[in-house]
């Protein structure tokens, strides 16, 4: 399980947390390489069918980063997110699928130290979960 | 302002769903299941919650077209009609009425059925009447009359619930009768054990106890060892065999000889596994064994078929609740079809043309003299037409364009014909060739019955108007009937066509429309108004007295795998589409699940041929050659590749091989020789 | 009950509070929603067993918005219609119910919480039922176990979509299980665990335990166990009771600030 480097997806929203990751890089903190971002306008466009795509394609981790409540560009658009994240996150659980792997968090076009921290933890969270098999053993039920 | 539900019979398979037409002030606008419906029970299938697309398709025919210079034209149903009737007349006086020969249909009701073969038989005056019966079931036909005297399922659909195993071979369940899955999905909760023997990795795969993969054609080679290996293990049910059959010894000699290690030889299954799936078979009490067209479809079709049935008998599991021997039909009305005499050799209630007392018989009934020989069935018509010995065929609702094999032998065939008429809903790949076109009602625009896999005969009633100017059927051949100057064709309704019927075919004697309701209607044998149906055949005593074993020894394909044409090739239907698609692919649901056909291949056989998902490949086989997607996947056979007949841009029937059954007449869609190329850039 | 239920009907009519009754009608041996207007025989009118009349209602009515429509409803179908209000999909206004109260026996075949609308005219109401086996026997699993177990049902799946066509409150146009983008088509089983997991999503805040889509499953798979599990969640956190009140918001369209 060491050796384990996992594939993970961050959505990150245009306006904050997106700025959050490029002022990281640019401030070259030091953050683990697994994560893959997606740029999107806003935390609410991402819709619980991409977290599904992904897992389904056998990406280990989840994760969407948009501007703290109360921050929204489109002064709404994570409440969204947030209400449905919850709700997903419990019926994930309810299916089987380890709810830990998705997480949303919030970080401001500032905060690239959180950013950091975020990507980290997340990344040593879905290491510790091993690799996402969930398709992959349905494949091999099947087979 | 007026909405309402009509229950109608799905017009997809065999399993005889009970649908809802769901009316709107005359225009079909959905499909619900019948909640309290025997077979579905308040499920359906996708094709079935879809059934209700088709008919209001902009492509329908909405009036009658005659092809002058090439093309088509709209004419009045008078115009056709009278050309129709004065062509078959002159072609019947020219040429004789056997120059003449009629498909029938098994999408058509029964009503419509026996006013077809009553055509035929009385007004053209011959016996080549035949419908594709003849390309999924015929060898069950042949086969079952022979072993029992009865070619229809044994047992009813519900029964699956209390077999103890069930034996599931050349038939994909699932994916071609899922209603008839559901209630197999039902039993495997309740404990009962499945053995698959098939040579694709069909979805029923995943819930066999045990799963035998076989080289498509070695059917007889494997069924005659797996019974060896009962009768060896003292597992045949002796009482059975002595009170109710003939011709053990014979049979027993015969299977004597297969010993589980030639099995393997043949047909590729571990003697181990065929073993254990004997002794778990031979040790039920209750066996039911469960096959389709990977029986039927070989040049050895009856011999599969009677084998099975050898098995059946030799386990005791014939007569009984859960048991039997349980041919699915693929059509909703395939069966129907084939009761009400749609078939060359016998008239309605499969009473032989041949037995001078059913001749006189109908003679009497009908008013008119019959021929006492037996007609020539599909594929025997249309190698008539190269013979010169049939010179008009009047086909309804079939596409044998892409249904039969060797397309490319049949196109040249019906372009050779003085006359062909084509009746049908769609103009289809068939029609385009046709003199005449007739434009038919579609099974929501009329009322009849349609007799389901389990000899359920189920009342459909009439939801909307024909669309167009088209027209049930019935009234068509009815009206050319009349304009041919026939008598006993005066009919109203189809409810005095199924009197007429009923009077003259004992098995559907206690039938009327008022009885069947439309509350999963009544199984045949129903020979009187008194009597309940039958949920079980050969209860008792088997309706030819005792069961004949029939000793059968395997015989090889008709075409092997050679250097040239090194694969097997074998071909069938998926889940989301039906036939030859002139329904399903107008389904816009439907189509979207699959777009196009694609051709099923191993991947180490893929890996030879530097072949890799997804590319496009050239098919070939001895009669001629398609473009088409491949599809590599580990769920069939190294050296077998697999294709979807349902695509005319890529038809597997260009390829497959008209070798006959020499009992049945079936030909040998399931194996022929092929061989896949790349296709050079 | 079913003469019960024609005298009620007969009540609406004869008093001109209605143009039309949608119900069920028996019809040689089979039993299928109709509507009967008032000139209609009202003999062949029953009750049971229970259809997804809200989708013929809701058909009926967008073609005729301003007919006065009496619909014969259960406990669930009041909820449908409360959740097709919600969407614009009927229009309550036009609409006069007449309420049956399930039978012990029905409310036991479903499990319901709820076997009774607000007004009752027909039947005795009954309690709901509370428990669930299959509910508390999964809670038990740990991730894995439950992953077998709904991969187990899941893989019975022969995506026939009946789930989704006898839903009542599923109302999209444009079903997105039919996208190759999410779901691969023309896969058997469909592609897990999107099928099923986008399905019971899209469910969170409609579904209203009306049973419809386990009744046409011909696999036989839960579905209203793992629809239910997520439907005690949404209650839970957000305080939304699905099918109660027309004027509260599906909690996923409102933002945090409206809660509470």
Known sequence: ?143 | MKYESVPSICPYCGCGCGILLQVLDGELVGVLPQKNHPINRGALCIKGWNSWQFVNNKDRLTTPLMKENGEFKPVSWDEALTFIAEKLSKIKQGSGPDSLAVLASAKCTNEENYIIQKFTRAVLGTNNIDHCARLCHASTVTGLVGSFGSGAMTNSVPEFVESDVILITGSNTIEQHPLIGSWLLEAKEKGTKFIVVDPREIPMVKFADIYLQFKPGTDVAWLNAFMNIIIQEGLEDKKFIGERTEGYEELKNAVGNYTPELAEKISGIPKEKLIEAAKMFGSADKGSIIYSMGITQHITGTDNVQSVANLAMLTGNVGRRGTGVNPLRGQNNVQGACDVGGLPNVYPGYQAVTDPNNKKKFEDAWGVQLDDKAGLTVVEILNGVDEGKINGIFIIGENPMLSDPDINHVKEALQNLDLLVVQDIFMSETAELADVVLPAASYAEKEGTFTGTDRRVQKSSKAIEPVGESRADWEIICDIARRMGAKGFEFESSSQIMDELASVSPIYGGLTFERLGSNGGLLWPCPDKTHEGTEFLHSGKFTKGKGSFMPIEFIEPNELPDDEYPLILSTGRLMFHYHTGTMTRRTPVLANEVKTGFVEMHPDDAEKLSISDGEMVKVSSRRGEIEIAAQVTEKIRPGVIFIPFHFAECAANVLTNPALDPKSKIPELKVCSARVEKIPV | MNEQLREVVKGLFARDEVEVVVSLKLNEGCVAPHMYSKEDDLSSMVHSPKYPIGIVVSMIQKKYPDTKIGVVIRGCDERILIELAKRNQVNLDNIVLVGIACTEEDAKDCLCETPFPTKIDIGEKVEGITTDENIEKISQMDMDERFDYWMGQFDKCMKCYGCVYACPTCICENCILEEDMWVKTGELPPEFPSFHLIRAYHSTDRCVDCHECERACPAHIPLVTLYRMIRKDVEDMFGYKIGTDVNEKPPLVTVLEEEG
């Open chain 1, 1 to 143: 399980m060491t050796d384990f480097e996992p594939n993970i997806l961050a959505f990150c929203c245009n306006w904050c947390s997106y700025a959050a990751a490029d002022l990281a890089g640019i401030g070259r903190m030091k953050q683990p390489t697994n994560v893959k971002i997606v740029r999107v306008m806003c935390s609410g466009r991402v819709k619980p069918e991409f977290v599904i795509k992904a897992l389904a394609d056998g990406v280990d981790g989840v994760l969407i980063l948009g501007c703290h409540i109360g921050d929204c560009h489109y002064v709404s658009g994570n409440h969204r997110t947030k209400k449905r994240f919850e709700i997903f996150s419990k019926l994930l659980g309810h299916m089987g699928i380890d709810p830990r792997r998705i997480r949303l968090d919030w970080a401001s076009a500032a905060e690239a130290i959180e950013f950091a921290k975020i990507i980290t933890d997340f990344t040593e969270t879905i290491k510790e979960l091993g690799p996402n098999n969930y398709a992959g053993k349905h494949e091999r039920a099947t087979a």
